[in-house]
């Protein structure tokens, strides 16, 4: 994610991963709400292998960048100033895109009472959108190992132990897969300066690679429906210990291999992308999280209501819808863009 300590470079790499993150996210987003109510409900997508593909490393990929940027984050503020930025980048947008759960809860109460709509509110605002709060519940771990224990990397692994033992209620599950590669993607740029020489240039090379894309299709080929975090968990709290700390193993694994696959992909054409293409590459790369918020809307209240009576996956339709719902978010970014409050609370002021 560095390139010959060049920060216009870097950022473009940076964007680049972004936009391979957030297409893919999209289009695994159409395989799952654009297959009709059969594929929907019963989750056979899970089965897809396109879909395996994706969610192998997709939000592992998207973590190891969003803790790699919060370390110049950590670098520029301080104290109430750090706290400030997480609360407008991070907290307020939570706030605001969870009025569409909140209001879909409050709808399907049989009846409407001033508990009820407290009740949903909660609920709505502690589980939704989930990226957003891993990222900030792993910056805030980050603050405090930082403050208190000046990076101590023995407290970051006790952080990580504890993400065994720990209950998986309430999106628990999701926050703690995803805190590691939160900190590795910190702790990689707070330690940037000793990377710069031998291991920048394996880690580009060519070998580097294809042993890389063997290692990881390895990994891909014996994915199963028990790898997906959102089908097994990751505590160990009433399970078969051996079978879960062997899934939860696995599935960091692959997430992270699969990670620096798309890194060096992205450092290798970096070069190559014609100017107009990398136009439309950084907007995507800095766009990114309204990108997943809006097309997270689309998807739920739009799409899959509209497709229910397709039958399967086909990835011609998919490709169209993913298409449509890519240039539906660039619109409507573009909307709340004009006005200042509103790319403040909708898009945390990118």
Known sequence: MYVNGNESSELGIINIIKA?????????????????????????????????????????????????????????YQGKQLL?????????????????????????????TILNVIKSLIRAVILNPWFLWAILLSSMAVVVVNKF?????????????????????????????????FVLGYLFNKNIRWQNTFSLRIRSGRI???????????LLSVYSRDAYIYVSGITLLGK?????????????LIGFVGSLWIIWISTKVANQIPKKVM???????????????????????????LTREIEGINYLFVTGISIIVTLSCVMLIEIIKKNHLSNKLFLGGR
């Open 20 to 76: 391979i993150g957030i297409l893919l996210v999209i289009f695994g987003h159409a395989i799952q709400y654009a297959s009709g109510e059969q594929v929907l409900s019963s989750g056979l997508f899970f089965e897809d292998f396109l879909f395996k593909f994706i969610y192998s490393f997709h939000m592992p990929l998207f973590m190891l960048v969003s803790g790699y940027l919060f370390y110049n984050t950590v670098e520029k």
């Open 84 to 112: 400030l930025n997480r609360w407008h980048r991070l907290a307020q947008p939570i706030l605001v895109w969870a009025f569409f759960p909140f209001m879909e809860l409050v709808l399907k109460r049989d009846k409407i």
């Open 149 to 181: 224990f000046k990076d101590n990397k023995l407290i970051y692994f006790l952080g990580f132990l504890l993400i065994f033992v720990i209950p998986d209620q309430y999106n628990l599950h999701l926050y703690k897969y995803m805190y590691p590669y």
């Open 208 to 218: 580097y690679g294809v042993l890389l894309t063997i290692f990881y299709f390895i």
């Open 240 to 252: 078969n210990y051996e079978y879960q700390l062997l899934i939860d193993l696995y599935r960091f």
């Open 279 to 305: 136009i439309a590459v950084d907007y995507l790369g800095k766009y990114s999280m309204g990108f997943y918020l809006i097309s997270g809307v689309i998807f739920s209240y739009i799409v899959s209501p």
